[in-house]
C-alpha cells in the first residue's frame, strides 16, 4: 500500500485501528469456521435439490450481503436472485414460487421488514434457509435450516455497527457457494458461460471464440508466385501469409522477416521458397490467454490456428490485437 505525510502519532493511531478490526474479523472467521456444523450440511443439500431459484434476502448491511451472495450463485452455476424484503410486501413476493429456496440474513433475526416474506415461505412450503446470530430468534425458529452465526464483538468495538457479523455473513455465504460449486464439479467452462465479461471472462475466453475463419484466412499454396503471395498479404492485413501443401495442410509461412531475408529477386520466387517450415500453431479449444503468452514467448504477432482432428488443416487464425480487444494482456 502506498502512503501519503501524515502525523505520526495520527498515523499509529490509523494502523493500530486498522489491525484491530481485521485481527477482530480474523477470529470470528475462525470461530465461524469451527462452528460449521451438520446444519450447513443440511443447507448445502438443500439447495443442491432446488429446482426453481435461490432467493437471498435481507435488510440493510445484510441486504448488501445479500446481493453479493446471489451474485456469487448465479455465476457459479446457481440460480439465484436477491429479493428486497421491503419490496416484497409490496408484490416482489410473487418472484417466489414452489420449487425455490429461500435464504434470509439477518444477525438478530428479528428483523421487522423480513416478517411477511418468512411468511409466505411457511404458506406456500417453500424451504427457508435462515442465518442469524441468536439460535433462539424468530427467523432461526421458523427455518428449516438454522445457520447460527458464532458470538463476535463487532470490529466497532461499541456493538453497534454491523462489521464483524457481515464479514462472518459473507463467508459463510462464499462456503456455500464453493460447497456447490465442488458437489457440480463447475469449471473455468462453465464461469466463461455465466461470466463472458470482463477480466475473468476475458482469461477463460477460447481461441475459437475469437480466431478469424473461412475466406479472412490468409492462406495460398506452395507454388503460388510471391507475387501473388504479397497481394494475399497485402489484402488479408495480418502480415503473414500460411502456406499450404497439395493435401491442404499448413506447411509454412511467410513472415515480414522472410520477405527481408529473400529481397534478392523475391518476386521470382514461390511460396515455397521463401516460407519459413513448420509454424507454431495452435488448437481452437486452446485458451486465448495461453495463445498470447506463446506469442509474447515467440515475439510473433500471429496464430495460425488448426484443427484438433488433423493438426495441420488450418481453422482459422489469431492476431494478437485480437486479445488485446478482447482484455486479454
Excluded at 29 to 39: E, F, I, P, Q, V
Excluded at 78 to 102: K, R
Excluded at 221 to 235: H, V
Excluded at 258 to 281: C, F, K, N, Y
Aim: proline share 5%; aromatic share 4%.
Amino acid at each position: 500500500m502506498t502512503s501519503s505525510p501524515t502525523d505520526p502519532r495520527r498515523g499509529a493511531a490509523f494502523l493500530a485501528a486498522g489491525r484491530r478490526v481485521v485481527e477482530t474479523e480474523a477470529r470470528a472467521l475462525t470461530a465461524l469456521g469451527k462452528a460449521l456444523d451438520d446444519s450447513f450440511a443440511a443447507a448445502v443439500e438443500l439447495l443442491l435439490d432446488v429446482t426453481g431459484r435461490v432467493i437471498v434476502s435481507g435488510m440493510g448491511k445484510s441486504g448488501h450481503i445479500a446481493r453479493k451472495i446471489a451474485a456469487t450463485f448465479a455465476s457459479t452455476g446457481t440460480p439465484a436472485h436477491f429479493v428486497h424484503p421491503a419490496e416484497a410486501s409490496h408484490g416482489d413476493l410473487g418472484m417466489m414460487a414452489q420449487g425455490d429456496v429461500a435464504l434470509v440474513l439477518s444477525n438478530s433475526g428479528e428483523t421487522p421488514e423480513l416478517a411477511d416474506l418468512v411468511a409466505y415461505t411457511r404458506r406456500f412450503s417453500i424451504p427457508l434457509i435462515g442465518v442469524a446470530g441468536r439460535a433462539e430468534s424468530t427467523l432461526l425458529r421458523q427455518s428449516d435450516v438454522a445457520l447460527v452465526l458464532p458470538e463476535a464483538e463487532e470490529a466497532c468495538g461499541k456493538g453497534i455497527v454491523p462489521t464483524t457479523s457481515t464479514t462472518m455473513t459473507l463467508a459463510l455465504g462464499d462456503a456455500l457457494a464453493v460447497a456447490l460449486m465442488e458437489h457440480r464439479s463447475f469449471t473455468p467452462e462453465h464461469f466463461r458461460e455465466f461470466h463472458p465479461g470482463g477480466k475473468l471472462g476475458a482469461r477463460l475466453s477460447r481461441v475459437g471464440d475469437l480466431m478469424h475463419g473461412g475466406a479472412a484466412v490468409p492462406l495460398v499454396g506452395k507454388a503460388t508466385p510471391m507475387s501473388d503471395a504479397l497481394l494475399t498479404i497485402s489484402q488479408k492485413g495480418f502480415g503473414v501469409v500460411g502456406v499450404l501443401d497439395e493435401d491442404n495442410d499448413l506447411v509454412g509461412i511467410v513472415t515480414d522477416g522472410d520477405l527481408r531475408r529473400h529481397m534478392g529477386g523475391l518476386l521470382d520466387r514461390v511460396a515455397g521458397d521463401v516460407m519459413t517450415e513448420a509454424p507454431r500453431t495452435i488448437g481452437p479449444d486452446a485458451l486465448a490467454e495461453e495463445a498470447v503468452a506463446l506469442m509474447n514467448d515467440r515475439k510473433i504477432t500471429c496464430l495460425f490456428v488448426v484443427d484438433p482432428a488433423r493438426s495441420r488443416r488450418v481453422a482459422g487464425i489469431l492476431h494478437i490485437h485480437d486479445c488485446l480487444r478482447a482484455g486479454i494482456v
